[in-house]
């Protein structure tokens, strides 16, 4: 069974720092890697998806790497913002399930400090 | 265009009584998912489908949870018999076939 591993589960950063959210999984044969912001209350908006056969996808202040081999993907966030306090969640598919369902770790809990 | 919508946004009920979440997908997206988020959990898999048939079930935990999608469209979602562990937030993607997954805001489900 695929699983997936945020660390840390909570994280409190002061406005401007550069930032690392990492997430691992068991099984190294995805489809793809999402990585998801949830804001309180609201439903999930996905920020980057980075397809098995790519090494990093980049938007803005943001940039996911995979590396499939170690079972590895990172969030960086450069230049963090009050504004990018949310839950960070990671989510892949793995390529055995046809029904491309999303797994998903816990999270990671991001306060940035004004 | 509208995105996935989800109605109701909350909804409380008593032990034992049934309840329907509804989901309406982006207009043209034929793989519809239901998923369900516990406090402080990521979302787990429930249903998938592809059109109108429930094409991967597997989530589902037990026979009290059933869900349709007649015209291959919108999905209803429904619970039987609710029990107080079924209080989570019921999400809802759609999707274009193995595209990515465009999620609703959810529906609040809590059980008393």
């Known amino acids: 069974k695929q699983e997936v591993t945020q660390i840390p589960a909570a994280l409190s950063v002061p406005e401007g720092e550069n930032l690392v959210l990492n997430c691992s999984f068991t099984?190294?044969?995805?489809?793809?890697l999402q990585w998801f912001r949830q804001d309180p209350g609201k439903g999930l908006t996905s920020l980057l998806l980075?397809?098995?056969?790519?090494r990093e996808q980049t938007s803005g202040r943001l940039n996911a790497s995979l590396d499939k081999s170690s079972g590895r993907s990172t969030l960086y966030i450069a230049a963090s913002q009050p504004g990018d306090s949310a839950t960070y969640l990671c989510?892949?598919?793995?390529?055995?399930?046809?029904?491309?369902?999303?797994?998903f770790g816990k999270g990671t809990k991001l306060s940035v400090i004004p | 265009g509208a995105g996935v919508s989800q109605t109701p946004s909350n909804k409380v009920t008593e032990k034992g009584k049934y309840v329907e979440l509804r989901c309406d997908p982006i207009?043209?997206?034929?793989?519809l998912y239901w998923y369900r988020q516990s406090l402080g959990q990521g979302p787990e898999f429930l249903i998938y489908?592809?059109?109108?048939?429930?094409?991967?079930d597997s989530g589902l935990p037990n026979d009290r949870f059933f869900a349709v999608r007649p015209e291959g469209s919108v999905s209803t979602l429904k619970i039987q018999r609710t029990e107080r562990g079924d209080s989570a937030v019921y999400l809802c993607?759609?999707?274009?076939?193995?595209?990515?997954?465009?999620f609703g805001p959810g529906t609040r489900l809590t059980v008393l």
């Open positions: 980075i397809q098995s056969s790519q």
């Open positions: 993607a759609s999707s274009e076939s193995q595209g990515k997954q465009y």
């Open positions: 207009s043209g997206h034929t793989a």
């Open positions: 099984d190294s044969a995805i489809y793809n």
């Open positions: 489908f592809q059109g109108t048939g429930a094409a991967d």
């Open positions: 989510a892949v598919t793995y390529s055995g399930a046809g029904s491309y369902q999303l797994t």
